[in-house]
């Protein structure tokens, strides 16, 4: 009965390759997000919908796009992976934007 | 540029003593703090949080104390139990107008039996 989930838990792959990592929550949110924890381990938000809108877009490169197909689903695709993308991602979701975040277990991507 | 920072990275506690951990933030806007913990392999995970009009708030073995003329708070763990070794992530937002949770990078606290 996983609340928060995401897949792949871990991801190899080479520069330069597109690759998505899918987020899926069975708590019946209304809000999502996405987290980079980067090497000096600091959670940085990403991106948040609500409602499948864009509500949060952090200064994060172009080349990462998050998909909402519905509001249980928050994927996120990165294109032309660099070696600096390779970090561990976390998905969260909370009952709406006031309300406590609920993490998933996290994608560990390295890039190489 | 951090405007939540958790200066101690590592904590050692003999087990059935008290565990303290301390968060200092910069942004003076902030009026709702929280802590996280999280075990390794998986995501961090709700523990307490504090509203800016309290300067404390309770819940079990765990007391999170708030100073805001220090921009200071932290989380007291009595008596600490093997199960609390994990990384505590202090966290904080202004709850008015912004959906964003700022991040400390994290304290691990070990307890030793």
């Known amino acids: 009965d996983t609340a928060v989930s995401q897949t792949p838990k871990y991801l190899v792959t080479q520069m330069g390759n597109d690759k998505s990592i899918k987020c899926e929550q069975n708590l019946g949110h209304d809000t999502m997000y996405w987290y980079k924890q980067d090497s000096k381990k600091f959670l940085k938000i990403m991106f948040s919908?609500?409602?499948?809108?864009?509500?949060i877009n952090e200064t994060v490169p172009n080349r990462f796009s998050p998909k909402s197909p519905d509001k249980a689903h928050l994927n996120l695709h990165i294109n032309s992976l660099e070696l600096g993308d390779s970090a561990v991602y976390f998905c969260?979701?909370?009952?709406?934007?006031?309300?406590?975040?609920?993490f998933g277990p996290g994608t560990r991507l390295l890039v190489l | 540029d951090q405007q939540v920072k958790q200066n101690s990275p590592s904590l050692s506690v003999q087990e059935g003593r008290i565990s303290i951990l301390n968060c200092d933030y910069t942004n003076s806007m902030f009026d709702y703090f929280l802590w996280y913990k999280k075990y390794p392999a998986e995501g961090p995970t709700f523990l307490i949080s504090i509203s800016s009009i309290k300067d404390k708030n309770e819940d079990g073995r765990f007391t999170v104390f708030l100073n805001k003329s220090a921009k200071h708070l932290s989380l007291h763990i009595v008596p600490s139990q093997p199960g609390d070794s994990a990384v505590y992530f202090c966290?904080?937002?202004?709850?008015?107008?912004?959906?964003?949770?700022?991040f400390g990078a994290g304290t691990t606290v070990t307890v030793r039996a």
């Open positions: 919908y609500n409602n499948k809108e864009l509500i």
């Open positions: 969260a979701s909370s009952q709406d934007l006031m309300q406590t975040q609920y």
């Open positions: 966290a904080a937002r202004v709850r008015s107008n912004d959906y964003k949770l700022s």
